[in-house]
């Protein structure tokens, strides 16, 4: 009894390996040889598309040159020096002087000699120019040439009043209680008469000392213009 006991637990010990060695076998042959295995190949980062239109750079921005700087030289672009002319030098003292502003008088020099030409309505108007050409400096000496002639007197007069009005009118202009007032200007040998009415008699006083200022007016009349009121 005691020998077919341990020949039963020899023989269960060894079913009990057999599937082992069975599963061990198994194992070896599904797994895979090192010499097997190959390697994977890098992944690559696949490349972006190319544009086919890309934007364009934006353009470089050009510097804008510099102004040149105006000068009173029309022949130099660099020179601050200031252009003086004679001729054009005794034509505005010519009419800067009331005796002569109406004169029409041409002017030409010959280096410092001044010559005067044209027309005068008297003597004295002739003499008042040559005096004052003589008086602009670089001027060394004038060859009066003008012709008297009384007959532009009048006419010179008139032209003379006529430049005057203008100047009255615009100074009252100036003035919002005189541009509203609307008085008439009229003007004889230099003297300013005035007409309309108003309220006040405050500005006709302002409007006869606003024309009295204007160059060439000898008097100021307003016995024309009526004080009254409105209805």
Known sequence: MAASSCALRILAVLLLCVPLSATQLHAEESAPKAQD????????????????NPEPAPPELKQEPKTKEL??????SASNTPVRSLILTVKLALLADPRTA?????????GPEVVLSGK???EAEKLASAEIARQVEGVK???????VVPELHQTNVHKRDQVITEYVRERFKKSATLDAAHFDIKTENGVVELSGKT???????????AARQVPG???????AVRIEGTE
Do not use: M, W, Y
């Not at 295995?37 to 086919?52: R, V």
């Not at 109406?102 to 010959?110: A, D, G, L, P, Q």
């Not at 007016?217 to 016995?223: A, L, Y």
């Open 37 to 52: 295995i190959k390697p994977s190949p890098p992944q690559t980062t696949p490349k972006s598309p190319e544009l086919k």
């Open 71 to 76: 000068t009173n030289d029309p022949g130099s």
């Open 102 to 110: 109406s004169c029409t008088i041409e002017v030409n020099t010959k």
């Open 120 to 122: 005068v309505s008297s």
């Open 141 to 147: 000496s004038v060859v009066n040439k003008l012709e």
């Open 199 to 209: 309220r006040f008699q405050v500005i006709v006083l302002e409007a006869a000392e």
């Open 217 to 223: 007016v000898t008097t100021v009349k307003t016995h």
